[in-house]
């Protein structure tokens, strides 16, 4: 059995009395005296070293362990919307003009993971302004009193898409009337503008993804199962790479409330160095990991805001048990976007 801080507490105060008693007797003490200080010092040292052993001992051993099924908070007979999501490792473009953020990380729904690696590069450019954008962040929609199951998914394990001087090149995309010149030139005439020579690269190495989760704010939840943490002793709720953990929710009050990487609060959860041995600090919020749920009245349907065609919840199993998996692009009002002011 491991030994827990309490077990220890009687022994260090013991020791410290020795000390005290110790350091008074020196003050009068012979050579023999002085010889039997020395051992007990020496005893005391290794006492107070074990101690300390046997307290981070212990406290390894109360680490949370892994969450387990998922809590219901929600009432009896809630309808139920379920969402299957993933973070995943995608270079972020801010604007026309090729700035992007490598390191960049979204939300995504797992129907949309392919098209948004193959289209990321394109985000930017005008000619799609009036095209379903899904490099936005996520923004699921569900009505009051719903109960929210998300099946998240950690894929920072998996390789962002290609982005080289080529690709960042082609993300640039002039307005009538600009020039866009070669990498390098000069840039002198209005409404003239290069591409830089220099090679956007990618630091972060997925072979050492860290965890992560969602954590929603203002929703009922199980703290135990769904908090999207790894916090004092409760449950470690957050997905090691690769894994896939359920979040369940309850939607109890209208509102936009926000999620976020809870298994990173510090955006540091990487340290690379680039070539000249610069840390570069790479981490979830910074980089774009964050989106909200929109709770609308209970009586709320969704159309799309660019057709005005009615969006309905797929049918499930039986008319108490109805699935919907929404696309965030797809709803209306969905004003939140990544600019260039917000750096991600």
Not at 315 to 322: A, I, K
């Given at each position: ?78 309808p139920t919307k379920t969402f299957d999501v993933s973070l995943i490792n995608l270079p972020i473009f801010l604007n026309r003009f090729g700035d992007v953020v490598p390191e960049g ?46 099946n998240f998914t950690n894929r920072l394990n998996e390789e962002a898409p290609t982005l080289d001087r080529t690709v960042r090149d082609a993300a640039i995309y002039p307005l009538p ?168």
């Amino acid at each position: 059995m491991v030994a827990t801080p309490a077990d220890v507490t009687p022994l260090l105060l013991i020791l410290a009395f020795a000390a005290f008693v110790l350091v008074g007797a020196r003050r009068r003490s012979t050579w023999p005296v002085r010889l039997a200080l020395a051992a007990g010092a020496g005893l005391w040292i290794a006492l107070a070293g074990g101690a300390m052993w046997m307290v981070s001992q212990a406290t390894a051993a109360s680490l949370p362990p892994p969450a387990g099924t998922p809590g219901n908070p929600c009432v009896s007979g809630a309808p139920t919307k379920t969402f299957d999501v993933s973070l995943i490792n995608l270079p972020i473009f801010l604007n026309r003009f090729g700035d992007v953020v490598p390191e960049g990380r979204m939300y995504i729904l797992d129907s949309n993971i392919a098209t948004v690696r193959q289209n990321f590069a394109s985000a930017a450019d005008p000619s799609k302004a009036n095209v379903s954008d899904l490099i936005e962040p996520l923004t699921v929609r569900v009505n009051k009193g719903d109960c929210v199951t998300v099946n998240f998914t950690n894929r920072l394990n998996e390789e962002a898409p290609t982005l080289d001087r080529t690709v960042r090149d082609a993300a640039i995309y002039p307005l009538p009337g600009e020039i866009k010149k070669a990498p390098g030139s000069s840039t002198l005439d209005p409404r003239e503008f290069a591409p830089a020579l220099s090679a956007p690269k990618i630091d972060f190495d997925p072979t050492t993804a860290p965890n992560a989760s969602m954590h929603f704010d203002g929703l009922d939840y199980d703290v135990q199962t769904a908090d999207g943490t790894a916090v004092g002793r409760n449950p470690d709720s957050t997905a090691a790479p690769g894994a896939t953990i359920t979040y369940k929710l309850h939607a109890q009050a209208e509102g936009e409330y926000q999620f976020k990487d809870g298994a990173d609060f510090t955006s540091q959860q990487t340290r690379p160095t680039d070539a000249n041995g610069n840390v570069r600090f790479i981490g979830s919020h910074s980089f774009g990991a964050f989106g909200a749920i929109v709770v609308e009245p209970s009586d709320a349907t969704w159309v799309d805001s660019r057709t005005g065609e009615s969006i309905r919840p797929a049918p499930g199993p039986s008319s108490s048990d109805q699935t919907t998996r929404t696309s965030a692009s797809t709803c209306c009002s969905c004003t939140t976007r990544w600019r260039p002011s917000q750096g991600s």
